[in-house]
């Protein structure tokens, strides 16, 4: 650890020497802990990746905080040997080592209380002690459950009303008002537009390592979850049907995002360990009917973009209400 750390101290001494200050601009940022977008300067922006919370410390991917902190692209580097980053601002230097709560400053290293972590691949940075750093002032607002970084003398941000993740189950209902985005048809389905890209190229993944897998459902609207629901119930009883099947405004199908794509057993293991990387996530996961309310669907799977699916998978976290709850404060 004693070289590892002089030898960030050689790094962050050569960058004061050899960059140039990199002009820096104050920013005004807004992070929303569960979600892959920000505002930076009133302008709601893509990440390629999530926010969160983990024991209470706000996690961001190290680019994004970069910037809110007014650090420039040319002003990231990353070592991959020693898994360090080096952020050059106007005028600080700091170096940060994944797994290690040292944060490397020119006046010597500053113990944290919090690890960067690094989660597929990429470097996440304790939001506070960095941009705290850099002189920003770091927030949490409660009512937007979000976090605010910004200069003390530019005063708050504005927080967007953003649905980040939409959870349906029995417990939360769509909104009354709710409104189904564009859809799109696939094959003799419809689908939310979101889906189109993400689902062929999961189907045209499959095709290629031989898997074969069918829609047997997608898009419903209400009237359609509703005469299912009353039909199961009709067959099968009403406890069978509670168990198995969302009343009418509590399905996913309604939202556009979820598809039953049935196969073999092997289908089934192939699609829950590589539906992530396409943004979907097995919605009704084995044993965990207790938190979904349904029994274990292996052919439902619900959409929720690359960054979040991504995460979920390589924290070990199954279910949507327990990723909301745990990483996302809500
Ligand atoms: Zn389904």
């Known amino acids: 650890m004693k070289r590892t750390i002089t030898a960030l101290f050689a ?30 300067n009133g302008r709601q922006q893509k990440m390629d990746a999530v926010t969160f919370i983990e024991n209470s410390r706000v996690f961001v991917p190290v680019r994004y905080l970069a910037y809110a902190c007014g650090v420039r692209d040319g002003g990231i580097s990353w070592d991959d040997f020693s898994r360090t980053v080096t952020l050059q601002g106007e005028n600080q230097v700091l170096a940060l080592q994944a797994g290690s709560n040292q944060l490397v400053t020119v006046d010597g290293p500053v113990e ?54 939409l959870l ?57 979850q509703k005469a299912l629901f009353d039909e199961h119930a009709r067959l099968y009883g009403l406890s069978v049907t509670e168990a198995t099947v ?12 979820a598809v039953d794509i049935a196969g073999s057993d092997a289908a089934y293991r192939w699609l829950e360990t590589n539906c992530p990387r396409f943004g979907f996530i097995l919605r009704y996961p084995r044993g965990k009917e207790y938190i979904t309310g349904y029994a274990y669907e292996p052919w439902h799977f619900r959409y929720v973009g690359v960054p979040v699916a991504t995460f979920m998978q390589e924290k070990g976290i199954s279910t949507l209400e327990e990723y909301l709850r745990i990483y996302a404060g809500q």
């Not at 889906?195 to 419903?220: E, H, V």
């Open 246 to 257: 969302a009343p009418p405004g509590h399905g996913e199908h309604q939202t556009g995002l």
């Open 168 to 224: 349906v189950n029995k417990v939360q209902g769509l909104p009354e008002d709710f409104q189904t985005g564009p859809l799109v048809n696939f094959g003799t389905y419809q689908v939310s537009a979101l889906l189109q890209q993400p689902l062929q190229q999961l189907y045209d993944t499959a095709a290629q390592q031989g898997i074969q897998i069918t829609m047997t459902s997608a898009y419903r609207s209400y009237t359609e």
């Open 11 to 40: 790094i962050i001494m050569l960058l004061c020497m050899a960059v140039n200050a990199v002009s820096a601009a104050a920013n005004q940022t807004v992070f929303l802990p569960g979600g892959d977008v920000y505002t930076l």
């Open 112 to 165: 944290m209380d919090v690890v960067p972590q690094v989660i597929s691949g990429r470097m996440y940075l304790p939001a506070r002690w960095v941009a705290q750093y850099f002189g920003y002032t770091v927030e949490w607002d409660e009512p937007g459950n979000a976090v605010l970084v910004y200069l003390p003398v530019d005063g708050k941000p504005q927080v967007i009303p953003t649905q980040l993740i």
